[in-house]
């Protein structure tokens, strides 16, 4: 029964999330009827905002139990490399994420005085040290190159061109269908079906933007990540483990369409690379 809590707690809150999200956007609808794209996006964008930066520090511990990581050589490393590029932390955690699943996975989270630093058990257990540092080098690259804030701009923009498009396609839809389907107008319930078919079908269409857009961030803290680490070869052993659920070689119109995150082969690849114009050492062999 505890295993089985933990697999759905998390679908549980996000159905809650969805709904509450859902509800927002009818409001939306019902109180600004020419208008409610606008509104739409904004409710889109902050929910984003909540999910990037807030619900990584209140949200989470929901679901983990979050401890410091006890002092030593990996815990130095990792607050070495984020003083040293100005992320605003004293310390580091750990959570239990094992309990979920065996992904390897980290992050530097917060807002407003509350930046956290944490990696899962799976990182600490599965990983070397190199590993670690190279991974934690991506996650700090994330932060020092202010990716969420870059990301919240880039999807709101987005966000406003989908709800603008859904608007016009729905308007269209009630002038040659309403009176057949008895629908009054997109704050009808009834109306739903429709909303939510069109919204997929352009969230949908829009896929190979979306994942451009997150995919860039991610090969610019993975370059971030090998010059302030030096560890290539943990790097790439890392690149490894992240192919367990991620196909590792797609062909290029397919990690183009469907991938939000460079492929292990090109992230290998990206590594080897960098080792060679950078001497072909590690941080380890040059000591």
Same mark, same amino acid.
């Given at each position: 029964m505890a295993w089985f809590w933990e697999q759905t707690k998390g679908l549980? #809150?996000?159905?809650?999330?969805?709904?509450?999200?859902?509800?927002?956007?009818?409001?939306? #609808?019902?109180?600004?009827?020419?208008?409610?794209?606008?509104?739409?996006?904004?409710?889109?964008?902050?929910f984003m905002v909540f999910t990037a930066l807030i619900?990584?520090?209140?949200?989470?511990? #929901?679901?983990?139990?979050?401890?410091?990581?006890?002092?030593?050589?990996?815990?130095?490393?990792?607050?070495?490399?984020?003083?040293?590029?100005?992320?605003?932390?004293?310390n580091v955690y750990q959570f239990d994420a094992s309990k979920q699943s065996q992904r390897i996975s980290a992050n530097v989270s917060g807002i407003f005085g509350t930046t956290r630093i944490s990696l899962n058990d799976n990182l600490l257990q599965r990983t070397s040290p190199e590993e670690i540092r190279a991974v934690m080098g991506h996650e700090i690259g994330h932060y020092v190159l202010h990716h969420v804030y870059k990301l919240v701009m880039e999807f709101g923009l987005l966000f406003l061109i989908e709800f603008f498009l859904i608007f016009h396609c729905f308007q269209w839809f009630l002038k040659k269908?309403?009176?057949?389907?008895?629908?009054?107008?997109?704050?009808? #319930?009834?109306?739903?079906?429709?909303?939510?078919?069109?919204?997929?079908?352009?969230?949908?269409?829009?896929?190979?933007?979306?994942?451009?857009?997150?995919?860039?961030?991610?090969?610019?803290?993975?370059?971030?990540?090998?010059?302030?680490?030096?560890?290539?070869?943990?790097?790439?052993?890392a690149a490894l483990k992240l192919g367990e659920y991620r196909k590792m070689s797609p062909g290029p119109i397919e990690e183009f369409l469907f991938y939000d995150h460079p492929s292990g082969e090109n992230r290998i690849r990206a590594a080897m690379i960098w080792k060679k114009e950078n001497g072909g050492l590690n941080s380890e062999e040059k000591k």
């Open positions: 549980l #809150i996000g159905f809650v999330l969805f709904g509450f999200f859902v509800s927002l956007i009818y409001w939306a #609808i019902q109180r600004f009827q020419k208008s409610w794209w606008v509104m739409g996006t904004l409710i889109s964008t902050a619900a990584p520090v209140f949200l989470t511990p #929901i679901f983990n139990t979050y401890q410091p990581l006890p002092d030593g050589p990996v815990k130095a490393s990792i607050l070495s490399m984020a003083k040293s590029n100005g992320v605003p932390v004293d269908y309403a009176k057949n389907l008895s629908l009054r107008g997109a704050a009808d #319930i009834a109306a739903f079906p429709v909303l939510l078919a069109i919204f997929s079908l352009l969230s949908f269409l829009a896929t190979p933007i979306s994942n451009t857009i997150v995919r860039t961030s991610e090969q610019e803290a993975d370059i971030f990540g090998m010059n302030l680490a030096r560890e290539p070869d943990g790097f790439a052993r």
